[in-house]
């Protein structure tokens, strides 16, 4: 089973991830900022990243960046999905090592079809 | 007709405290521990007068004062301390962080080490003891030991380090037999070597001005005090420990602790047995 | 035994700069100095005076190291008041993320201080704005931070402002604010995550699955 950490401070949105996503056979692990969830990234083996931007303690860009530089966890993918919805901003979270950026709120469909095809899980 | 009606806390206002007291003090209750925490809540709620959790938790989350957080963290922790407690980060020290400290220390630099809030001794005793036993390179380097706690009567019974049996409980017998005397009324006195090599003094964690005496550690436990503390205390807190750590220094919280309630001031370093962190460097 | 007892427990001697001045004077010139210790210090010392909030807001909007950030912002709590509320808000639009959610955690700090801008922050013309606002607001230890949160839902037409208030709403809404949480999903088209939150909030405000 494919394990995906969700890390957003918004309770209702990482309930939310994690009801679609379960449905859909991933398990699902939550952090309610960024801090949190870089150690539960260095504790704990996942095959994808559901990131927010604006979090307390720690940014989603500054634990990008920092997911980046840790070697062992730093090729997981990540994807980015903030209320912030000017070009610059997916353009810095490309740089700061997202794989990709979605706006909130972002469609089911859409995450469940990235969330496989980042993680390899392709089923019919 | 004025007979109360029975307090009971649902699965929804569960859920609500548990997600509340987790994002303060990173205390997770599952869902096993259900009974624990009605029982402890429901007390809670009528020693404040309150009929409902949800008068109960809207005076929890709106006072300013944080006194009723502080009496519910008391209730839901275990507040003793004994030897050898949350042993996994004396083993990552000794294993992994004093090995990577000496690398940057010349040889006649002693390491520094401070046990913050030290309670009645047997945190610091216990990292006395684990690196007299487990450190390969101890004889190599002179380490200076301090243990502080706000409570004189504490650091008392800190000074004269003898122990009832729960307190040595999770010690190694072969380790107790060492460095402790068996005593007739059944509690065991520590050596005086021990009592030596650790030097006690009183120190208030939120008192800046105090703070600003204890410099150049190379390794800071602070653990299980900043649970007890509001946001603004912690921030402060937060800023002093910087302040007394060496660049690259490193500080340990307790099991439930986290800085990532506390402040993204430290780098958060993983190692085998223990999540540890650092001053940058 | 070699751990070795020193009965001078607190360290060296403190570095040579922290022999210099600590009066308001010297302190703001440190606040500008080369090194960032120096300003991290600088920082610190300065809560002891609350009338350096001014400097200490305008040194925040281009420091750039986190501890001397940090410093600042725990000397700002400590030294609160509207000043400081002033010279805080405008950093929310600051380009730099980490800046913001510092300030806007700073600002959760200061609830009487905060309270008389929250209605015109949350009739900001910019909807990032608006929803760091809703932020400050949903950590705030304020009697009316409910009803304010109920207000976005009522008035605000961006769908995210309105989903941050509802997060909120889900920990500290009153039953007051049910109808307008039933009514929300509707303005936005039936919006499933829409759905998904009002539907969690009612529940953890009646206390009961629906
Ligand atoms: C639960 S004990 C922790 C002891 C030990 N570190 C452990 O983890 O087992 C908490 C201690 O914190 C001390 N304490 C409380 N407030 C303090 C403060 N502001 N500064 C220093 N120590 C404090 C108390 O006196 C008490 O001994």
């Given at each position: 089973?494919?394990?995906?950490?969700?890390?957003?401070d918004?309770?209702?949105v990482?309930?939310?991830?994690?009801?679609?996503?379960?449905?859909?056979?991933f398990?699902v692990?939550?952090?309610?900022?960024?801090?949190?969830g870089?150690?539960?990234?260095?504790?704990?083996?996942?095959?994808?990243?559901?990131v927010d931007?604006?979090m307390?303690?720690m940014?989603g860009y500054?634990?990008?960046?920092?997911?980046?530089q840790?070697?062992?966890?730093?090729?997981?993918?990540?994807?980015m999905i903030?209320?912030?919805g000017?070009i610059?901003?997916?353009?810095?979270?490309?740089?700061?090592?997202?794989?990709?950026?979605f706006?909130?709120?972002?469609r089911?469909?859409?995450?469940?079809t990235?969330?496989?095809l980042l993680?390899?899980e392709?089923?019919a | 007709?004025n007979?109360p009606?029975?307090?009971?806390?649902?699965e929804?206002?569960?859920?609500k405290?548990?997600?509340f007291f987790?994002?303060?003090?990173?205390i997770?209750?599952?869902e096993?521990?259900?009974?624990?925490?009605d029982k402890?809540?429901i007390?809670r709620i009528l020693a404040?007068n309150?009929?409902?959790?949800?008068?109960?938790?809207?005076?929890?989350r709106?006072?300013?004062s944080?006194?009723?957080?502080?009496?519910l963290?008391?209730?839901?922790?275990?507040?003793?301390?004994?030897?050898?407690?949350e042993?996994?980060?004396?083993?990552c020290l000794?294993?992994?962080?004093?090995?990577?400290?000496?690398t940057?220390k010349r040889p006649s630099?002693?390491?520094?080490?401070?046990?913050?809030?030290s309670?009645?001794?047997?945190?610091p005793?216990?990292?006395a003891i684990?690196?007299?036993?487990?450190?390969?390179r101890?004889d190599?380097?002179?380490?200076?030991?301090?243990?502080?706690?706000?409570?004189?009567?504490m650091?008392?019974?800190?000074?004269q380090?003898?122990?009832?049996?729960?307190?040595?409980a999770?010690l190694?017998?072969?380790?107790?037999?060492k460095?402790f005397?068996?005593?007739?009324?059944?509690?065991?006195?520590?050596?005086?070597?021990l009592?030596?090599?650790v030097?006690?003094?009183q120190?208030?964690l939120s008192?800046?001005?105090?703070?600003?005496?204890?410099?150049?550690f190379?390794?800071?436990?602070?653990?299980?005090?900043?649970?007890y503390f509001?946001?603004?205390?912690?921030?402060i807190a937060a800023?002093t420990?910087?302040?007394?750590?060496?660049?690259g220094?490193?500080?340990?919280?307790g099991?439930?602790e986290?800085?990532s309630?506390?402040t993204?001031?430290f780098?958060?370093r993983?190692?085998?047995e223990?999540?540890?962190?650092?001053k940058?460097? | 035994?070699?751990l070795?007892?020193?009965?001078?427990?607190t360290?060296d001697?403190?570095r040579?700069?922290?022999?210099?001045s600590?009066?308001r004077?010297g302190?703001?010139?440190?606040?500008e100095?080369?090194a960032?210790?120096?300003r991290?210090?600088?920082?610190?010392?300065?809560?002891?005076f609350s009338?350096?909030?001014?400097?200490?807001?305008?040194?925040?909007?281009?420091?750039?190291?986190?501890?001397?950030?940090?410093?600042?912002l725990?000397?700002?709590?400590q030294?609160?008041?509207?000043?400081?509320?002033?010279?805080?808000?405008p950093l929310l639009?600051?380009?730099d993320?980490?800046?913001?959610n510092?300030?806007i955690?700073?600002?959760?700090?200061?609830?009487?201080?905060?309270s008389?801008?929250?209605?015109r922050?949350l009739?900001d013309?910019d909807?990032d704005y608006?929803?760091?606002?809703?932020?400050v607001?949903?950590n705030?230890?304020?009697?009316?931070?409910?009803?304010?949160?109920q207000d976005?839902?009522?008035r605000d037409?961006?769908?995210?402002?309105?989903?941050?208030?509802?997060d909120?709403?889900?920990e500290i809404g009153t039953?007051?604010?049910?109808?307008?949480?039933?009514?929300?999903?509707?303005?936005?088209?039936?919006?499933?995550?829409?759905?998904?939150?009002?539907q969690?909030?009612?529940r953890?405000?009646?206390?009961?699955?629906?």
């Open positions: 089973m494919k394990k995906i950490l969700v890390i957003d918004a309770a209702t990482r309930m939310y991830y994690r009801q679609v996503l379960e449905a859909e056979g398990a692990e939550e952090a309610g900022n960024g801090y949190e870089l150690e539960k990234a260095l504790t704990e083996a996942f095959d994808l990243y559901i931007i604006n307390p303690k940014d500054t634990l990008l960046r920092t997911i980046r840790e070697p062992t966890i730093c090729a997981t993918p990540a994807i903030s209320t912030e000017q610059q901003d997916a353009n810095a979270a490309y740089a700061a090592g997202a794989n990709l950026y706006n909130k709120p972002v089911p469909e859409s995450l469940i990235t969330a496989r993680t390899g392709h089923r | 007709m007979a009606v029975p307090l009971a806390i649902t929804e206002e569960f859920q405290f548990r997600d987790y994002r303060k003090t990173g997770h209750f599952e096993n521990k259900r009974y624990f925490v402890r809540l007390d404040t309150n009929t409902s959790f949800r008068n109960y938790f809207v005076m929890l709106f006072e300013t944080g006194k009723e957080l502080q009496q963290i008391n209730i839901m922790t275990v507040n003793e301390t004994y030897f050898f407690r042993e996994y980060q004396f083993t000794v294993n992994s962080v004093l090995n990577e400290i000496v940057r630099e002693p390491i520094r080490i401070w046990s913050l809030p309670s009645s001794g047997e945190e005793y216990s990292l684990y690196l007299l036993e487990y450190w390969p101890v190599d380097y002179a380490i200076e030991l301090i243990a502080s706690d706000i409570d004189t009567t650091l008392e019974k800190a000074r380090g003898r122990y009832d049996q729960r307190s040595v999770h190694p017998p072969p380790l107790l037999r460095y005397t068996a005593l007739y009324d059944g509690s065991y006195q520590i050596n005086d070597d009592r030596q090599s030097d006690f003094t120190v208030n008192d800046l001005a105090q703070m600003r005496a204890y410099r150049d190379d390794v800071v436990f602070c653990r299980n005090l900043l649970i509001d946001d603004t205390s912690r921030r800023e420990l910087f302040n007394a750590l060496n660049p220094g490193f500080i340990c919280l099991h439930s986290s800085m309630r506390i993204p001031l780098k958060v993983k190692f085998p223990a999540i540890i962190y650092q940058p460097r | 035994m070699t070795i007892k020193k009965h001078d427990a360290g001697a403190p040579e700069f922290r022999h210099q600590r009066d004077a302190l703001l010139c440190q606040l100095a080369d960032p210790e120096q991290r210090w600088a920082a610190l010392d300065l809560a002891a009338d350096a909030a001014d400097a200490l807001c305008d040194r925040l909007e281009q420091e750039t190291q986190t501890p001397v950030r940090e410093a600042i725990t000397s700002l709590i030294i609160g008041g509207n000043p400081v509320v002033c010279g805080l808000m639009r600051s380009e993320a980490a800046l913001r510092q300030v955690e700073a600002l959760q700090q200061l609830p009487e201080a905060v008389p801008y929250i209605e922050m009739a013309d909807a608006r929803i760091f606002a809703i932020n607001l949903a705030l230890r304020h009697p009316q931070a409910p009803a304010w949160l976005v839902i009522e037409d961006n769908i995210n402002a309105c989903a941050a208030a509802v909120g709403l889900a039953p007051e604010a049910i109808p307008a949480l039933t009514a929300l999903p509707e303005r936005f088209a039936d919006d499933p995550f829409m759905q998904f939150c009002t969690t909030a009612i953890r405000i009646q206390g009961h699955g629906a």
